[in-house]
């Protein structure tokens, strides 16, 4: 699992397989698997990940090959038997068989586990029970894997914990590449194209894969998210967790799900990233999945928790010397302080911002620094300053072919010259900032955008088409639970509704 600090977690998918009569030692299993990544398997440069029929996503086809697919992804299969033996597949009498008999076809490693039965029930078995008899002798006579035999769930618990770490001394430790080729500098890409070979060589040729395949898929998502294809996206960036979930993925997808406003969704990838920082010692990715929890707070309207995220960041980046990151606290603190008010502390971290964007030659981050700083002289009154700022950044945004960037921009340029008392041009503005947040699906700019249409109406006395727009508006932020925002366009729209009784 990489992170851009150059550390790395090689991911290995460990599956169960049991009838429903072991409910309790599947609850155990994910448990005790999470322990042992963090006392032994991180120091290997390994996570393991639990995985069950539960985790198989749903779809067209027989369920039991979608499980198959687990199965065969995944390098161990640990099997578990009791009273019952399942209910039939349509192939094979039981999921159970099935799974064992597709491990075996793809020559997995499989550990079996009988829990103990009572003496009155093998006295009397019946059609459940005496399959499963019939397979432990199979497994018995066979010799092909070895078995261990438990009392109950909590001897389970303590003997698959040894197993595991067992397991886990016997393993090489794994080290891997810093970077994807897309992130490496063209002197560089030789040498991750090497360390990929060696990684071939040592860990098979499909495990290596993963690490190019996942890359590839969430670029391949962002590509669609960026063309409008909003679904086709999050099904790529689903496929890219699934091969591989490292931090800076699982992260892409969060920003992503911030992007359409599935902010619950969101704050769960960035927490997942956050733990995973903290789990192999990477500060910087610890760092970066602060900041945009910083993001999704403010977007919520929390600013307390927005301001504490983003000062944890700025103060990991600080001490790394990370100054990109440095930049991206400095403009993401600017907006709350000019959120809250304070023009002064918000202008001195928006320059601190752009300075170091400059420094970087970091065109999209001076895009967002002219940007913040045009809506900070705005609000102060300076007009022909503001638009300059926001000028510059529309056209490092269009240069950059940015099309997130343009949508604020836009939007700031219909506010600039709705003040101005321009409501032609600003309505132009706001419907090239709606188009494109919409072609996005940019929940909270399409908020934005349909509040500022509203304003325009309003000022121009279309008193009907104004409370549609805030209507619109109200909907998104109220989905988007900003509870601020919610009750700034209810006050709206209930001055409108006063208006238009006069």
Known sequence: MSTGSGKYLQRIPIFIASPSDLNAERE????????????????????????????????????????????????????????RWGSATGKYSSGFEEEYEVACANAKEIWLYFRDIPGDMMADPGEQLQKVLEFRDKVETEKKFLFRRYEDEHAWKE?????????????????FPSFPPDTLPPEKVAEYEQRIERLEKELGRSRAKQIRSAYTWAKE???????????????????????????????????????IGALKKSEERFVQTMKMGELIGDKETLAIACGNLGVLYKIRGNLKGAEEMHKKALAIDEELGRKEGMADEYGSLGILYRIRGDLKGAEGMHKKALAIDKELGRKQGMANAYGNLGNLYSIRGDLKAAEQMHKKALAIDEELGRKEGMASDYGNLGNLYLTRGDLKDAEGMYKKSLAIEKELGRKEGMANAYGNLGNLYET???????????????????????????????????????????
Request: glycine share 6%; proline share 4%; charged share 30%.
């Open 28 to 83: 155990i299993f994910p448990k005790v698997i999470e322990k042992v990544n963090l006392i032994k398997a991180k120091s290997k440069g390994i996570l393991l990940e639990a995985v069950g029929w539960e985790d198989t996503l749903p779809g067209k086809g027989r369920p039991q090959e979608k499980i198959n697919e687990d199965v065969k992804h995944s390098d161990l299969i640990v099997m578990l038997l009791w009273k």
């Open 159 to 175: 003997q698959f914990f040894e197993d595991l770490c067992r397991w886990l001394d016997g393993l090489q430790p794994v080290t």
């Open 221 to 259: 998502a962002w590509e669609h998210a960026d063309a409008g294809r909003i679904t086709k996206a999050e099904e790529y960036f689903a496929k890219a967790i699934a091969i591989y979930p490292e931090p800076s993925v699982v992260n892409s997808y969060g920003l992503f799900l911030m992007r």
């Open 460 to 502: 121009r006395g279309d008193l009907k088409s104004a409370e549609g727009m805030y209507k619109k508006s109200l909907a998104i932020f109220t989905s988007l639970g900003h509870k601020t925002m919610v009750r700034k366009v209810r006050s709206r729209i209930e001055e409108l509704k006063k208006s238009k009784k006069e």
